[in-house]
């Protein structure tokens, strides 16, 4: 093996200091497209791990410059469909292979909006009454059961499901009014 210079060697540091600025920048947004594409929280964190995994051993072809989320994209998608063939054969899948390549295609342009959304919605969520915050973070983030809360409420199951529906509209319409000045 001949001895490098110390460019070649300084230029694979820049490299390899770009190569992981970028994978740890994506991660959260490469969370979101598999959990998108393969709808399940716990495997999209292990396909995540098995993409970066492939993204570490890869990192010589990554060339600075280029879009590395498309790139990690790419080998999550194909992942994510040796995933679902994987299950395909348990009997627990329903999507096939033409609408995951659908969704891949799709959802990096929904992704880059996500932050965007999310502030938009944390703003839309401050506007709620103390009642409705607790049935949002009850349902959606405590995982809680309906039933549960109906009876801690006196408030019936099908008030709550009626009322979770309306505030869904409510706050999908306050996120298009947060962001619409942003978007004209």
């Known amino acids: 093996m001949k ?21 740890t920048r994506c991660q959260g947004d490469l969370f979101y497209f598999i959990r998108a594409l393969c709808g399940d929280p716990h495997a999209a964190a292990d396909i995540r791990q098995t993409v970066n995994m492939i ?26 469909m040796t995933f679902l063939r994987r299950k395909k054969k348990d009997r627990t899948v329903c999507f096939d ?15 880059d909006e996500y932050p965007e959304r999310r502030t938009a919605l944390a703003e839309c969520l401050k506007k709620l009454t103390p009642k409705d915050d607790e049935l949002i973070r009850h349902h959606y983030w405590s995982g809680g059961s309906l039933e549960v809360l ?31 000045p942003r978007e004209s």
């Open 150 to 180: 109906a009876r801690a409420t006196e408030r019936s199951v099908g008030t709550l499901k009626a009322r979770l529906f309306q505030l869904r509209g409510n706050l999908r319409r306050c996120i298009r009014v947060q962001l619409s």
């Open 97 to 111: 292979a033409d609408l995951i390549e659908c969704f891949a295609s799709e959802m990096p342009s929904v992704i």
């Open 55 to 80: 993204l570490w051993r890869k990192r010589e072809k990554f060339r600075p410059g280029t879009s590395f989320k498309n790139w990690a994209f790419r080998i999550a998608q194909l992942e994510v």
């Open 3 to 23: 001895p490098r210079s110390q460019d070649e060697m300084d230029r694979k540091k820049d490299n390899l200091e770009d190569f992981v600025h970028e994978l």
